[in-house]
C-alpha cells in the first residue's frame, strides 16, 4: 500500500470549535445559509453576503488545529508514499498543523478571489468595504469559496489521485454532499480499499470496507499510528 487519498470534512474542523452550516439550525440572522452562499444570493445583495463571509473569515482566524489536523500533517511528513488530503472545508487548519498536500475543492475563506482579473490573494481581513484588487485596482473581490450551485475546484486532480489511490480514507464527511459522497464508489471500483473514520456512521458508510465510529481527535492519531507502524 503507497498511495493514500484522504477526504476530509466538516467533522475534522468540528473539534476545533468550527461550525457547520448546520449548526444553529442552518440559519444565519433568519436567512437560510444556502441562501446566503449562492452566487444568485451575491448578486441580489452582495453587502450580506460580504458580512456573512468577513465574519467566517474572521471566526476561523480565532481557531486552532486539533489533534487530527497534526496527525495528518505528521502523515504527510513520514509517509514514504503519494498522500493527498482532499478537503471540504474551508478553513485553513491542515495547513496550520504543518500538511501542505492540501486540495481545498470548495475553496478557502483565507483568499480573496478578483472576478474582474481572476487573480487570488491570501485575504485575512475584511471584504464589505469593496477594497481594490491587489492586482487590477478593481472593487471586484468576492470570497474563494464554492458556492451552493458552482462547481467545486480541481476535480480533475482530485479523480486522478483516485485512480491511484490504494487507500481512500474518508473523515468526518457527512457523505451528503456530491461530488464528494460519490468518491468512495469511484475509488472503490477503481480497486482502492476504503476507510471511514466518521462520529457516527454515515449515509456513505455501507460504501466503505471499514467504517470506525469515534472523534476525530482520537480515531486519526490511532489510524496514523497504525500507518507508520505498519
Ligand atoms: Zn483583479
Known amino acids: 500500500m503507497r498511495n493514500i487519498v484522504v477526504l ?22 433568519r436567512h437560510r445559509v444556502e441562501d446566503v452562499a449562492t452566487p444568485e444570493a451575491f448578486a441580489r445583495d452582495p453587502e ?17 488545529p486539533n489533534a487530527a489536523h497534526h496527525a495528518l500533517a505528521r502523515l504527510e511528513a513520514e509517509w514514504r508514499g503519494e498522500l493527498l488530503i ?12 504543518g500538511a501542505s498536500r492540501v486540495l481545498h475543492m470548495h475553496g478557502t475563506h483565507l483568499n480573496a478571489w478578483c472576478t474582474a482579473c481572476d ?27 464554492v458556492w451552493f450551485g458552482e462547481m467545486p475546484y480541481e476535480m480533475e486532480r482530485i479523480y486522478a489521485a483516485l485512480r491511484g489511490a490504494d487507500l481512500f480514507v474518508a473523515i468526518g464527511t457527512s457523505g451528503a454532499v456530491y461530488p464528494a459522497a460519490g468518491f468512495v464508489q469511484d475509488a472503490s471500483q477503481l480497486g482502492a480499499r476504503t476507510l471511514e473514520l466518521n462520529l457516527a ?26 500507518m507508520l507502524a505498519g
Open 48 to 64: 450580506l453576503v460580504q458580512r456573512f463571509y468577513d465574519m467566517r473569515r474572521a471566526a476561523v482566524q480565532t481557531k486552532q
Open 119 to 145: 487573480a487570488r490573494h491570501r485575504w485575512t481581513g475584511t471584504l464589505i468595504d469593496k477594497p481594490p484588487c491587489p492586482d487590477c485596482g478593481e472593487a471586484s473581490l468576492r470570497p474563494d469559496v
Open 86 to 97: 482532499v478537503t471540504q472545508n474551508v478553513d485553513d487548519l491542515h495547513e496550520r498543523a
Open 201 to 226: 456512521r454515515s449515509q456513505g458508510s455501507h460504501w466503505f470496507d471499514e467504517s470506525r465510529q469515534g472523534p476525530a481527535t482520537q480515531l486519526v492519531p490511532q489510524w496514523v499510528e497504525e
Open 8 to 29: 476530509t470534512g466538516a467533522g475534522i474542523s468540528a473539534e476545533s470549535g468550527i461550525d457547520t452550516f448546520r449548526d444553529g439550525g442552518g440559519l444565519w440572522e
